[in-house]
Nanobody, 123 residues
Framework: VQLQASGGGLVQNGGSLKLSCAAS????????RAWFRQAPGKEREFVAA???????SYADSVKGRFTVSRNNVENTVYLEMNSLKPEDTAVYYC??????????????????WGQGTQVTVSS
């Protein structure tokens, strides 16, 4: 099982990026798919999650700016990030969980992880 995150990069304050996380090795259609991020010197923190039912959950810091979506046919989850701020700078990780409750907002609740993609927002 592999999760491959992509789409990170360098963007100016107020800019946009769209991250993708493609899964292989098993279907994740019945899983919760999520995004976390980790800035230097900080713990990994929850960003957004998408349940198989269509329900979504967001950290307060990204509500109204980020949108999580998924394509179960392509086994891919996305994170569209708008109005980016320098404090959004971090390595972004995608994750998957089989747990049957929602939302799942802690890293320990996730069973599968991607390798991370760097997002840098310049001021």
């Amino acid at each position: 099982v592999q999760l491959q995150a992509s789409g990170g990069g360098l963007v100016q304050n107020g800019g946009s990026l769209k991250l993708s996380c493609a899964a292989s090795g098993r279907t994740f259609s019945g899983y919760t798919r999520a995004w976390f991020r980790q800035a230097p010197g900080k713990e990994r923190e929850f960003v957004a999650a998408s349940r198989w039912s269509g329900a979504t959950s967001y950290a307060d810091s990204v509500k109204g700016r980020f949108t999580v979506s998924r394509n179960n046919v392509e086994n891919t989850v996305y994170l569209e990030m708008n109005s980016l701020k320098p404090e959004d700078t971090a390595v972004y990780y995608c994750a998957g969980s089989r747990r049957n409750y929602f939302p799942l907002v802690t890293a320990k609740e996730y069973d599968y992880w991607g390798q991370g993609t760097q997002v840098t927002v310049s001021s």
